[in-house]
């Protein structure tokens, strides 16, 4: 996720803003691979990052998953996603875990709950 804002911010500046706040003690939990850049890919793509409209992802571990919210800002005149990327999520995790990815859209943000793994 780190390399990806890094080209990310080289795009976009100070239009975008990832703060991640999870405790020390969730680090050593697991999300499965990309997940993250998924989730945050999807941000970019369907919002509007702008100096005039900036876009704050916020990364949060609560209960047994990671959240990961946006500021909903949707583009003008964008065109119908597919749900391919958060239907391949949803199936991926179905191998691995009894909980199931969350997408909540609501009239301010977009908020995406996927389950940590716990270190066996």
């Given at each position: 996720m780190q390399s990806y804002y890094f080209l990310q911010k080289i795009r976009f500046g100070d239009s975008l803003t990832i703060n991640v706040?999870?405790?020390a003690d969730r680090l050593n939990d697991y999300v499965l691979?990309?997940?993250?850049q998924i989730l945050i890919e999807?941000?970019?793509?369907?919002?509007?990052?702008?100096?005039?409209?900036p876009m704050?992802?916020?990364?949060?571990a609560e209960?047994?998953?990671l959240i990961v919210s946006n500021n909903l800002q949707k583009k003008i005149n964008l065109e119908e996603g597919t749900g391919i990327g958060l239907l391949n999520l949803k199936d991926r995790y179905?191998?691995?875990t009894e909980?199931?990815?969350e997408f909540i859209v609501t009239?301010?943000?977009?908020?995406?709950?996927?389950?940590?793994?716990?270190?066996a």
């Open positions: 706040k999870i405790d691979p990309l997940s993250i999807n941000a970019i793509k369907h919002n509007e990052v702008s100096s005039e409209h704050l992802i916020e990364l949060v209960n047994s998953f179905k191998h691995i909980l199931q990815p009239t301010e943000k977009y908020i995406a709950k996927i389950p940590l793994i716990k270190e």
